[in-house]
Structure formats: C-alpha cells, structure tokens
C-alpha cells in the first residue's frame, strides 16, 4: 500500500483498472472448473452487479459531484445533471453504432446495425460497452483524489475500484460461459472472457488523464460515469438478470449488491 501511495496519479488508476480486469478473468477461469452453470446462479450474479453499479453510481461519483461544484457559480446540481444525462447518451449512442447481443437474449434480439458477426462476438461486445463506463470512473475517482479536492480521497476510490471488481467476477463468468455451452473449448472461453475487460485499464488512464488536464470537468466526469453506468445498468444488466426466469432472486442480488457497495464506500471513503 505504501508503494502504491507512492505512484503517480496515472499510474494508480491503470493499476487499478488492471486490478479491476484480473478479476474479470478471476471470474472467467470458473469456466475450466464447471460447464453449465444455471440461471438462476446468473440471475443472482447479474443482479449483485446492478446492485453494486447502482450504489457506485450515487456514493462514489454523482454524491462527490454535486458536493465538489457547491460554491462555484452555478447551481450545485447542475454540473451533475449535465454530465449524468451526457454520460448516459454516450453508451446510448455506442449501443446504436456497435453491433452487440445481452446475455441470455435470442441472435434476432441483438442490438445496433445488421451484421453477420457470431453470436459470441456479439456477447463480447455487449460486456466490453458495459465495460468502459466502469474503468472511466476508476480513473476519474482517482483523479479527483490526486487533484486534492476535499469531496474525493484515495480510499474512496480504491473502494470504488474493489466494488466494481467485485461485480466484474461474474461478469466474466457471464460472457465465458454462454460461450462454452454453445461448444467452444475451455481456453477460448476463457480468453474471450477476460478480454472483455481489458477496455477498463485503457478507460481508467483515459478517465484520471482528462481530469488532472482539466480540474474544472471533474464534476462533470464524475456524474458523467455516473450517468454512463446507469444507462448500462437499467438498459443491460437488469433486464439480462430478469430475463433467466429467476425475477425475485434476481432483486434480491441486486440488494445484497447495492449493500455491499455502500458499505465500501461509506466505510473506506
């Protein structure tokens, strides 16, 4: 811990966002001990990570926000409205440009323009959006903590950065194993597991570089990838963690996540 207080801001969130990414394959590699796992094991894991998505979203990013622009001139809550319904149109607009399937939807429901891409590309291309919300706020938190603003702390945004691994272990069990019951082997399941994670790194520089360039977005960032991970919570997660016939397990994870989430934050940060 003392080595990583030691690093540079742009150094913490990459490293965060690795760590964010390893859990992603953490959850993936369940595949090489188990085949078929059920749905309604999904629906609960889908679930905890709306939960802890949601809860994310408000104590980590959208809270911060609006207490960070009080005294600046404008209304404290606009720069969070601003940047919330900004972040939810951008992963709008990436779910109508790039071809994409949810978990447990059927090839003629999939999303975007046509095309002839297979079904497992589709589904990796589903989590990998949901993906870059996730590592953009990583890196934002731990940009605000580098630009000493009192609303943001180092264990604020290491916390976030558990939670959000936390939920990306099922995650990569959720694109790895629709891929090996539809017969790919083990080690390409796997692969394309994990692989749909390796967009949160590259998001989490991404995320504390245009901070600490311009301070002055730091509210609108924060409630940017607020905004950007609702739009992915209420529009994939949810619906995917209902569709599996298992409704009310499915809210149930979704509290136990939520649970976990605020704790985290409000006990670390």
Known sequence: MNYF???????????????????TAAGASAIFIKREFSKRSFGFMLGLASGIMLAASYWSLLAPAIEMSEGRGVPAWLPATVGFMTGGLFIGLIDKILPHLHINFPMEMSEG???????????????????????????????????????ASLMAATALALGIGIQNIPEGLAVAAPLRREGMSALKSFWYGQLSAMVEPVASLLGAAAVLLARPVLPYALSFAAGAMIYVVAEELIPEAQSGGYPDLATIGLLFGFIIMMILDVAFG
């Open 113 to 151: 323009p046509e095309t002839s891409w297979r079904r497992s590309t589709l589904l990796i291309l589903a989590i990998t959006i949901h993906n870059i919300p996730e590592g953009l706020a990583i890196g934002v938190a731990f940009g605000a903590y580098a630009l000493g603003d009192s609303s």
């Open 5 to 23: 207080l030691t690093l540079n801001p742009l150094a913490q969130a990459l490293l965060a966002g690795i760590f964010t990414w390893f859990l």
